[in-house]
T-cell receptor, first 113, second 113 residues
Framework: GQQLNQSPQSMFIQEGEDVSMNCTSS?????WLWYKQDPGEGPVLLIA?????ELTSNGRLTAQFGITRKDSFLNISASIPSDVGIYFC?????????????FGQGTRLTINP | ETGVTQTPRHLVMGMTNKKSLKCEQH?????MYWYKQSAKKPLELMFV???????ENNSVPSRFSPECPNSSHLFLHLHTLQPEDSALYLC????????????FGPGTRLTVT
């Protein structure tokens, strides 16, 4: 099935560094979502974006809905150890009556103290 | 913290056993989902229920049988599973109307021996 291209697949950074990751598609999406998953747990919703160009923050996290509606970006500022985990993007194409999301493969974030 | 609960959290079963996974959401949502998450693979959507009606079956083998008795509860009945069915099974819910944010439970870690 359709999949979002998420990059990078993994990141190894030092504590305190800023992090950037992105998600791209060949198709237009009307909704972009960013999730974080800790080991052995379910994904937790971080940010939801509903308008092209929208920039939304949640604490040290900032996400943007790309103006072309084919991409989205997530930034984490001043990373801390609890930011470790896998970050997933997800999108909805706005097809009326269809509830399913398309997910990226995930970005695994590792932080060296 | 999460409005979606799943039981059991861990399950080990033989290939001839029959077991069931349970999901309950306390968010007043109308859509519920089953996902399979295997190591190093993207999230795989299995089933979607919208207002108790199954609206998506993503070519899932018949050894997985979902049941949605009401909008708050979702079950996944398992029988004659294979070792490759070992994975984290995640339940999620969403409002089911124009908002597509899905909220996940903590998952059931299933091991088939």
């Amino acid at each position: 099935g359709q999949q979002l291209n998420q990059s990078p697949q993994s990141m190894f950074i030092q504590e305190g560094e800023d992090v950037s990751m992105n998600c791209t598609s060949s198709s237009i999406f009307n909704t972009w979502l960013w999730y974080k998953q800790d080991p052995g747990e379910g994904p937790v919703l971080l940010i939801a974006l509903y308008k092209a160009g929208e920039l939304t923050s949640n604490g040290r996290l900032t996400a943007q809905f790309g103006i072309t509606r084919k991409d989205s970006f997530l930034n984490i500022s001043a990373s801390i150890p609890s930011d470790v985990g896998i970050y997933f993007c997800a999108g909805h194409q706005g097809i009326q009556g269809a509830q399913k999301l398309v997910f990226g493969q995930g970005t695994r974030l590792t932080i060296n103290p | 913290e999460t409005g979606v609960t799943q039981t059991p959290r861990h399950l080990v079963m033989g290939m001839t056993n029959k077991k069931s996974l349970k999901c309950e959401q306390h968010l007043g949502h109308n859509a519920m989902y089953w996902y399979k998450q295997s190591a190093k693979k993207p999230l795989e959507l299995m089933f979607v229920y919208n207002f108790k009606e199954q609206t998506e079956n993503n070519s899932v083998p018949s050894r997985f049988s979902p049941e949605c008795p009401n909008s708050s509860h979702l079950f996944l009945h398992l029988h004659t599973l294979q070792p490759e069915d070992s994975a984290l099974y995640l339940c999620a819910s969403s409002q089911g109307l124009q908002l597509y944010e899905q909220y996940f439970g903590p998952g059931t870690r299933l091991t088939v021996t």
